[in-house]
C-alpha cells in the first residue's frame, strides 16, 4: 500500500472506533501532536491520547478535503468532525503523517482554537434547537 493509502486506512480505522487497528499502522517510536500541544511519543502515549478521545466522544469522522503526497510525506485538508450524544463539533484540520517503511512515524495536526471552541458552540446550539423542536413536536 502507498503512503496515501495507509494514511487514509489510518483515519477509517480511527472513524471505526478501532484504536488497536490505527496504532498497527504506526512505528513503535511514532510521535503524534496536536499543535500546539505537547506530543506523544511512542504507542504507549498516542495509545493513551486516542483511548482518552475515544471515551468523551461518540462518534470520530474526517471528511476530506484535499490528501497529497510528496514522497514519505502526506499532506491532509480535512474537516474532523467530533461527536458526543447528539452535538456534532466540525472543524478545519491540516494534517501531516510522515511513513516510514510501510508505518506512520509522525503525524501533527494543525487547528485554530477559536475556530474549535466556536464550532463546540455551534454544534451545542444545533443540538438545543433540535431538542427544543422534539419537544414541541414539530
Not at 2 to 31: H, K
Not at 114 to 131: L, P, Q, Y
Request: charged share 25%; with cysteine.
Amino acid at each position: 500500500m502507498n503512503e496515501i493509502e495507509l494514511v487514509e486506512q489510518f483515519l477509517a480505522a480511527l472513524e471505526r472506533g478501532d484504536i488497536e487497528g490505527a496504532l498497527a499502522l504506526c512505528a513503535d517510536d511514532v510521535s503524534y501532536r496536536n499543535v500546539p500541544l505537547p506530543p506523544a511519543r511512542g504507542q504507549g502515549e498516542v495509545g493513551r491520547q486516542l483511548r482518552l478521545m475515544d471515551r468523551y466522544t461518540t462518534g470520530f469522522e474526517a471528511r476530506m478535503i484535499n490528501i497529497a503526497a510528496n514522497g514519505p510525506v502526506v499532506m491532509t485538508e480535512r474537516i474532523d468532525v467530533l461527536r458526543r450524544g447528539t452535538v456534532a463539533v466540525e472543524f478545519w484540520v491540516c494534517g501531516i503523517f510522515e511513513v516510514r517503511d510501510g508505518e506512520i512515524v509522525l503525524w501533527r495536526d494543525y487547528f485554530d482554537w477559536t475556530t474549535f471552541v466556536a464550532a463546540g458552540v455551534k454544534g451545542a446550539g444545533r443540538a438545543a434547537i433540535g431538542a427544543i423542536q422534539r419537544a414541541v413536536g414539530r
